[in-house]
């Protein structure tokens, strides 16, 4: 749920919120209740972090829908002690027909509507690939009992969010245009309030055919052949051959050594290199308090040279010209490091990238971890909702060029540009942190304010969430590239920013959507399991 309180208030939402800590039985930290419950009943059951995210990513798909869905994609990082991370990137191509001569006429992709559904969904084979990985972890639990929840909040309802109702009120106009949004979304061609009942029974049918047939049915069996169907009968260029083609792919993660642990994420075609430069360029700075002015500084100018590296480079990963690790060399690190002012902000004229997702993460009671993206871009994606299936199909593919020439040109096959990037740490201590946001240009800042509080300023993990958080670049349904700050953040804080040449603008509201719903899971050594949602979300940690 968004929270509006003002910043004078003496009582703020995140202080309602401790760090959630148990022992032994494992947690699930989502920015939907419903999801965060379906992953700790999974283990309650004895299933393993793998399993219970499948449930709650699941379970999300049909909670949330106007953040992810099963027609989008997905990407995992998942840890088991004494190992080195798996990752698994379940990131669509482009379908075999999407060519700039497919839209010739047309200046760019259009943002919604079947043409903007040409990249294969992932997820589902994301899903399938992590739980391979999990195989020999000793549980098994059937895809009925993983995808049961789900299955029954279709069939039953969910009751829609405050951000569902506004989301959909603000796009109305452009989505309404999609074929089979109306029907799926709108009751009586109404924005539907928040608590209103949403039930979508042809995703239920769907996800329960997947329970009964396997995962990947939705890919090589009758269930893709219908989703091919309906795809090209609305003029999506995707093709049951594209399905056929499609299997998730596990990656060597990129990495980052700190003073006191090492941090994981993905490489292209996400952002995660991005993510990891951010907190290593902000540890060379020596900021040795948090929530100043050097803390915020510090952080947003380590946010430009990381982006701007990552606008240079990353892109499909068949088409990369340098090794995106090498980025992340100390010797590299230093030198961008030492380019950043202390006391003034770098000119930014750069141009942001929206995105709309949401982040998971599980613990189990052995320790395994897992760090979850699920995504179909912008709010409701491309808008469109398959006739037989209830399948929402994602718009990730907008992010392509028409301009074959360029570093993100469309062509078959090729993977688009992903703001996705769940993130992982282990500690030198033993403790091992999975922690990520939605909020596409804000996800790699949040993830920076949220580790830097945990890890380099010691705050209690839900603090570290819950506090205050701005954002660099693009907000919703804008194309500003200012720094946006919540209004809680301490005036002397805002006013040295400005002083120091930060364009800043201040937020009306003290808990924003616009900074993205994030969340985090520390476990220790000793079994101890801390969690911590994002009030700013209608999340929750559910531990066992």
């Given at each position: 749920?968004t929270?509006?309180?003002?910043?004078s208030?003496?009582?703020?939402?995140?202080?309602?919120?401790?760090?959630?800590?148990?022992?032994?039985?494992?947690?699930?930290?989502?920015p939907?209740?419903?999801?965060?419950?379906?992953?700790?009943?999974?283990?309650?059951?004895?299933g393993?972090?793998?399993?219970?995210?499948?449930?709650?990513?699941?379970?999300?798909?049909?909670?949330?829908?106007?953040?992810?869905?099963?027609?989008?994609?997905?990407?995992?990082?998942?840890?088991?002690?004494?190992?080195?991370?798996?990752?698994?990137d379940?990131?669509?191509?482009?379908?075999?027909?999407?060519?700039?001569?497919?839209?010739?006429?047309?200046?760019?992709?259009?943002?919604?509507?079947?043409?903007?559904?040409?990249?294969?969904?992932?997820?589902?084979?994301?899903?399938?690939?992590?739980?391979?990985?999990?195989?020999?972890?000793?549980?098994?639990?059937?895809?009925?009992?993983?995808?049961?929840?789900a299955?029954?909040?279709?069939?039953?309802?969910?009751?829609?969010?405050?951000s569902?109702?506004?989301?959909?009120?603000?796009?109305?106009?452009?989505?309404?245009?999609?074929?089979?949004?109306?029907?799926?979304?709108?009751?009586?061609g109404?924005?539907?309030?928040?608590?209103?009942?949403?039930?979508q029974?042809?995703?239920?049918?769907?996800?329960?055919?997947?329970?009964?047939?396997?995962?990947?049915?939705?890919?090589?069996?009758?269930?893709?052949?219908?989703?091919?169907?309906?795809?090209?009968?609305?003029?999506?260029?995707?093709?049951?051959?594209?399905?056929?083609?499609?299997?998730a792919?596990?990656?060597?993660?990129?990495?980052?050594?700190?003073?006191?642990?090492?941090?994981?994420?993905?490489?292209?075609?996400?952002?995660?290199?991005?993510?990891?430069?951010?907190?290593?360029?902000?540890?060379?700075?020596g900021?040795?308090?948090?929530?100043?002015?050097?803390?915020?500084?510090?952080?947003?100018?380590?946010?430009?040279?990381?982006?701007?590296?990552r606008?240079?480079?990353?892109?499909?990963?068949?088409?990369?010209?340098?090794?995106?690790?090498?980025?992340?060399?100390?010797?590299?690190?230093?030198?961008?490091?030492?380019?950043?002012?202390?006391?003034?902000?770098?000119?930014?004229?750069?141009?942001?990238?929206?995105?709309?997702?949401?982040?998971?993460?599980?613990?189990?009671?052995?320790?395994?971890?897992?760090?979850?993206?699920?995504?179909?871009?912008?709010e409701?994606?491309?808008?469109?909702?398959?006739?037989?299936?209830?399948?929402?199909?994602?718009?990730?593919g907008?992010?392509?060029?028409?301009?074959?020439?360029?570093?993100?040109?469309?062509?078959?096959?090729?993977?688009?540009?992903?703001?996705?990037?769940?993130?992982l740490?282990?500690?030198?201590?033993?403790?091992?942190?999975?922690?990520?946001t939605?909020?596409?240009?804000?996800?790699?800042?949040?993830?920076?304010?949220?580790?830097?509080?945990?890890?380099?300023?010691?705050?209690?993990?839900?603090?570290?969430?819950?506090?205050?958080?701005?954002?660099?670049?693009?907000?919703?349904?804008?194309?500003?590239?200012?720094l946006?700050?919540?209004?809680?953040?301490?005036?002397?804080?805002?006013?040295?920013?400005?002083?120091?040449?930060h364009?800043?603008?201040?937020?009306?509201?003290?808990?924003?959507?616009?900074?993205?719903?994030?969340?985090?899971?520390?476990?220790?050594?000793?079994g101890?399991?801390?969690?911590?949602?994002?009030?700013?979300?209608?999340?929750?940690?559910?531990?066992?």
């Amino acid at each position: 749920m968004t929270h509006d309180a003002p910043a004078s208030s003496a009582f703020a939402p995140g202080d309602a919120f401790n760090t959630q800590r148990s022992y032994g039985g494992g947690s699930c930290v989502a920015p939907h209740h419903l999801a965060a419950n379906a992953g700790r009943d999974i283990l309650k059951q004895g299933g393993n972090a793998v399993e219970a995210m499948v449930a709650a990513a699941a379970t999300i798909a049909v909670a949330y829908p106007h953040m992810n869905a099963i027609g989008g994609d997905g990407f995992w990082l998942i840890h088991e002690p004494g190992k080195a991370p798996v990752a698994i990137d379940a990131c669509g191509p482009a379908a075999r027909l999407a060519t700039p001569a497919f839209y010739q006429g047309q200046a760019q992709i259009p943002e919604r509507g079947p043409t903007a559904a040409l990249t294969m969904a992932g997820t589902i084979g994301g899903w399938q690939e992590a739980l391979d990985v999990a195989s020999d972890w000793g549980s098994a639990l059937p895809l009925p009992t993983l995808l049961g929840d789900a299955i029954r909040h279709g069939e039953q309802g969910i009751a829609v969010s405050r951000s569902q109702e506004a989301l959909t009120r603000q796009h109305l106009e452009r989505l309404f245009q999609s074929p089979g949004f109306g029907d799926t979304f709108l009751s009586q061609g109404d924005v539907p309030r928040e608590g209103a009942r949403l039930r979508q029974p042809r995703l239920a049918a769907t996800l329960k055919r997947l329970a009964e047939a396997g995962l990947d049915d939705f890919y090589r069996g009758e269930l893709a052949q219908s989703m091919a169907r309906d795809l090209e009968a609305l003029g999506s260029p995707l093709r049951l051959e594209d399905f056929n083609a499609y299997r998730a792919q596990r990656v060597t993660p990129l990495e980052v050594a700190l003073k006191n642990a090492t941090l994981y994420n993905l490489p292209a075609p996400t952002q995660g290199m991005a993510s990891l430069m951010i907190l290593a360029l902000y540890e060379r700075l020596g900021v040795s308090d948090g929530e100043g002015f050097a803390h915020l500084h510090g952080l947003v100018e380590a946010t430009k040279r990381a982006f701007l590296l990552r606008d240079r480079y990353i892109t499909d990963p068949g088409r990369l010209d340098v090794d995106l690790q090498t980025l992340l060399s100390a010797e590299n690190l230093d030198r961008e490091a030492a380019q950043i002012d202390p006391e003034r902000a770098l000119a930014w004229p750069h141009t942001p990238a929206p995105g709309d997702t949401i982040w998971m993460g599980t613990v189990d009671a052995e320790g395994r971890s897992v760090s979850f993206i699920q995504s179909i871009y912008w709010e409701f994606g491309s808008g469109v909702v398959l006739p037989e299936s209830g399948v929402l199909w994602q718009n990730r593919g907008i992010s392509f060029s028409l301009d074959e020439n360029d570093l993100r040109g469309l062509a078959p096959g090729r993977k688009p540009f992903h703001t996705l990037n769940p993130a992982l740490a282990r500690f030198d201590d033993g403790r091992t942190m999975v922690y990520g946001t939605m909020g596409g240009e804000g996800q790699p800042q949040t993830q920076a304010a949220l580790f830097s509080r945990y890890a380099f300023h010691h705050k209690p993990l839900q603090q570290a969430v819950a506090a205050p958080r701005w954002l660099l670049g693009r907000t919703w349904g804008e194309e500003s590239t200012n720094l946006k700050l919540e209004s809680r953040v301490d005036p002397e804080v805002v006013e040295h920013l400005r002083a120091a040449g930060h364009d800043v603008e201040v937020l009306a509201s003290s808990y924003s959507d616009t900074m993205g719903h994030a969340g985090a899971i520390v476990h220790h050594p000793d079994g101890l399991i801390e969690s911590a949602h994002d009030p700013r979300s209608d999340g929750g940690a559910a531990s066992v």
